[in-house]
Every structure is written in structure tokens, then in C-alpha cells.
């Protein structure tokens, strides 16, 4: 029963977000966190030395000063593209689906990473098989986290198998306790 409130509770914030942020902010925000560490990563180097000629700062602070301008201003960025093309969405009538859609979005994702959490819980032996076995939603959700870093495991290599090796870790650990 606690599963089943948790997953509507999750469900209503998903609902009450995406229809106030839309399937485009909601995307967008999502990849500017991407664009943002791998602009970042690649440009803070560059964007450091032109800080050391402009300004007087401590050369220690550059690289992490550096870095916090490139994220905010990927931010700006994407969230100046995301108004233009919510108001094209609003103008074309389409605005339902961008709050649909983000609906949608927010509930994978939550849903998701209150799987990945059930995961642990179940591992570290803290979910009892019988608050699962009373749940109804559990069967339904209990494989949603595993199962999407697995496939986002095919499109990046570093989550390939992670599942199966925490299984493996929690395993190992359980076999020493008892």
C-alpha cells in the first residue's frame, strides 16, 4: 500500500509539473544538463585563460569559475530556445501536447528513479517482500529503473551491466553478513 501512494503521490507532482512546464521545457532542461557538462568540460579550459587576461581573479579559482559560466550561460541559452519554441507551440494550437507530453516525461522519469530506489531498497533488504507482494503498482514498476539504465547502457557504455553488477555487489555483501 505504501508503494501504491508513493507512485500516485509521484504521478500527481509529475502531472502538476508537466502541465506547468510542458514537454519542451521539460526536455530541454533535461538536455541542458548534458550540453552544459560536456560544453563545460570542453571549454573550461579556454574560457579560463580568457578569464586570466580579463579579469583579476586567483589562477587556483579560474577553472572552477570558468566552468560555473559555461553551464549558466548553456543554461540561459536553452532556456531562451525553450520559450521561443513553447510560444511556436502556443501559437500553433499545440500547447495541450507540449503539457501532455511533459506530463509523460516527468512520470518516466519519476517513476524511474523511484524504481532505481526500490532496487536498493530491495537489495539492502529493506523493502519486505510483503510490502511488495500488497502493492499493486510493484509489478508494474518494480523492473521500469533497472531496465532503462540497461538500455541507456547501449547508447553509453560506462552504464552497461550496472545492474547486474550492484546485484552482484549486494550479493557479496549480504553473504558476509550472514
Not at 579556454?46 to 579559482?61: K, Q
Not at 531562451?80 to 494550437?93: C, H, K, N, R, T
Not at 532503462?148 to 553478513?177: Q, Y
Amino acid at each position: 500500500m505504501f508503494l501504491d501512494i508513493m507512485v500516485l503521490a509521484l504521478l500527481v507532482l509529475a502531472l502538476i509539473k508537466g502541465l506547468k512546464q510542458g514537454l519542451v521545457v521539460a526536455a530541454l532542461s533535461f538536455a541542458a544538463v548534458f550540453i552544459g557538462l560536456a560544453a563545460a568540460l570542453k571549454l573550461s579550459t579556454w574560457v579560463a585563460e580568457w578569464l586570466g587576461n580579463s579579469v583579476n581573479i586567483a589562477a587556483t579559482w579560474l577553472p572552477f569559475l570558468a566552468f560555473i559560466v559555461i553551464m549558466v550561460a548553456v543554461f540561459i541559452g536553452v532556456r531562451i530556445l525553450g520559450a521561443v519554441l513553447e510560444q511556436a507551440l502556443e501559437l500553433s494550437m499545440l500547447g495541450w501536447a507540449n503539457k501532455l507530453g511533459g506530463f509523460i516525461l516527468y512520470a518516466l522519469l519519476y517513476i524511474t528513479v523511484f524504481s532505481v530506489i526500490i532496487f536498493y531498497a530491495e537489495e539492502m533488504q529493506f523493502l519486505k517482500p510483503e510490502a511488495a507482494a500488497a502493492s499493486n503498482t510493484y509489478p508494474y514498476i518494480h523492473f521500469w529503473g533497472p531496465y532503462s539504465i540497461e538500455a541507456f547502457g547501449k547508447i553509453i557504455p560506462f552504464f552497461k551491466d550496472m545492474f547486474a553488477d550492484l546485484t552482484n555487489f549486494f550479493g557479496g555483501i549480504n553473504k558476509n553478513i550472514t
